[in-house]
């Protein structure tokens, strides 16, 4: 499935295709970076960027508009709505009790861990599910996408240098 992704953001300019890569919730950037770089061949300092800027972009949205989504999935989508309570359960599950224990840092570490589904987009559903203010969850969240992206950056061009 993600080569299907990767082979379909081809056909866009590869600024953009770092962009809608790092966005989607399962890729995010820690796949677009290594792909930016070994297969579009962006400067490590641009992947970064470009990746930044894609994961960033669903925060806002997705921390604001969860809830609404929710009732209208709700009225004409049902099984929609099974999904994305799932998706809210599991995130508040694996956050709420360090949350619990450190406050924000726990959402900053959390996101700045690059591993596959500690991101932007857990960690956003499980600040919505956990009713953190967003003042508080955004600089958190924000901060993890940073150092997971210059760590994925790093791991990327030594990498490449050790191959």
């Known amino acids: 499935m993600l080569d ?8 866009f300019p590869r600024e953009l295709a770092t962009i809608i890569l790092s966005a989607l919730p399962i890729t995010e950037l820690r796949l677009a970076i290594p792909v930016a770089i070994h297969t579009w061949q962006l400067r490590p300092l641009d992947a970064l960027g470009y990746a930044l800027l894609g994961n960033l972009i669903p925060l806002v949205p997705l921390y604001f508009g969860l809830n609404k989504l929710r009732s209208i999935c709700e009225k004409y989508a049902p099984w929609l709505t099974r999904l ?27 996101t700045a861990l690059p591993l596959p ?10 600040a919505v599910a956990l009713k953190i203010p967003f003042k508080y969850a955004a600089p958190s969240i924000i901060l993890g996408v940073i ?17």
């Open 4 to 11: 299907s992704i990767v082979q379909f953001l081809e056909s």
């Open 84 to 110: 994305i309570d799932k998706s809210v359960t599991r995130a508040e599950r694996k956050v709420s009790d360090k949350y619990a224990k450190y406050g924000a840092l726990a959402l900053f570490l959390f």
């Open 117 to 126: 589904l500690t991101g932007l987009w857990t960690a956003t559903l499980a």
């Open 147 to 163: 150092v997971a992206g210059i760590i994925v950056t790093i791991l990327s061009t030594s990498a490449s240098v050790m191959f």
